[in-house]
Nanobody, 115 residues
Framework: QVQLVESGGGLVQPGGSLRLSCAAS????????MGWYRQAPGKQRELVAR???????NSADSVKGRFTISRDNAKNTVYLQMYSLKPEDTAVYYC?????????WGQGTQVTVSS
């Protein structure tokens, strides 16, 4: 059974930092591209950052220079380090594992940026 379990969300003040983690089980983690998506209330789910199996990464323009995605294949975990958080970063953040023909999602973790 495939499981993606996100953690690390919470309430943070503007300008603060958080690190999200997503622990995967039931898949050969190193075979999958991993991504972080987010969905704010009333908006569509959008890609935040994605890291390929070779470690190359890309991110949305809105988070460039503030968020960094990384992966640890030995721990079957993908991370999203977030700095300089803004109120508009408030959303539920979802982890995704993608193999093209197969795609799995976590249950999401809430990130709220507010003073």
């Amino acid at each position: 059974q495939v499981q993606l379990v996100e953690s690390g969300g919470g309430l943070v003040q503007p300008g603060g930092s958080l690190r999200l983690s997503c622990a995967a089980s039931g898949i050969i983690f190193s075979f999958y591209a991993m991504g972080w998506y987010r969905q704010a209330p009333g908006k569509q789910r959008e890609l935040v950052a994605r890291i390929a199996i070779d470690g190359s990464a890309n991110s949305a323009d809105s988070v460039k220079g503030r968020f960094t995605i990384s992966r640890d294949n030995a721990k079957n975990t993908v991370y999203l380090q977030m700095y300089s958080l803004k109120p508009e970063d408030t959303a539920v953040y979802y982890c995704n594992a993608d193999l093209g023909s197969q795609s799995y999602w976590g249950q999401g973790t809430q990130v709220t940026v507010s003073s």
